[in-house]
């Protein structure tokens, strides 16, 4: 008995989700202060004036990234000033790209109705292809969101998180949301590092 492609395709996407999650990591510059940061505001140098920036032609999804950095500084203790001197400023960049992950090759094994030496009936036989046999192509989008940290006394990079994962299609708004504030919130764990 065959099987038919779509189940196999629906499968290796079914492990593809499995593991997709999310990839999450970070890097930082030693010589920052993070101990003595307590204020921050965001830079002027967002994804809004980065063409290729998928948040610059995303206005709506670079406003809820926003309000989940927002509240997940906020949470650690971080007070947001819109003006005077703060510590560090903060800065967030999104970028999609298309991904192929190659699988095992499927094998097609089927049932063939022939002629046995003495009478009729059945016996097993491989289709011929001479590109036989195939392997598994799964397509999807991945989802990268960078959050930096600029130290505003140096005006250097201080800290970088990058997050990754599978972009789904999403059945509501609020469902992309959740996706969002999960993906921040991963990222975020690791800011402030812990350094010695």
């Known amino acids: 008995m065959r099987i038919p492609s779509w189940i ?4 290796a996407l079914l492990a593809l989700a499995g593991c997709s999650s999310y990839a999450v990591v970070s890097d930082y510059d030693s ?3 993070f ?7 965001w830079s002027g140098e967002g994804s809004a004036g980065i063409e290729d920036d998928a948040l610059a032609r995303n ?8 309000a989940a950095v927002n509240r997940e ?9 819109e003006t005077g001197p703060v510590d560090f400023l903060v800065s967030t960049h999104a970028g999609i790209r298309e991904r192929v992950t190659v699988g095992p090759p499927t094998f097609s094994f089927s049932y063939h109705r022939g002629y046995y030496r003495r ?5 097993p036989a491989f289709w011929y292809d001479p590109y036989w046999p195939y392997p598994q192509l799964t397509y999807y989008e ?8 600029i130290d505003a006394k140096r005006n250097d990079i201080a800290w970088r998180g990058v997050v990754t994962s599978i972009l789904n299609n999403h059945e509501s708004p609020e469902e992309m949301h959740r996706q969002i504030d999960i993906s921040v919130m991963k990222v975020l764990a690791k800011f402030p590092p812990l350094t010695r």
């Open 31 to 33: 010589s920052m202060p």
């Open 35 to 41: 101990g003595s940061y307590k204020s921050y505001r």
């Open 119 to 123: 009478g009729f009936g059945y016996y």
């Open 73 to 81: 500084l906020q949470a650690k203790g971080f007070v947001l000033k």
């Open 8 to 11: 196999v395709s629906f499968i």
């Open 142 to 149: 991945e989802g990268t969101v960078i959050i930096d940290v």
């Open 59 to 66: 206005p709506l999804i670079y406003k809820h990234i926003r």
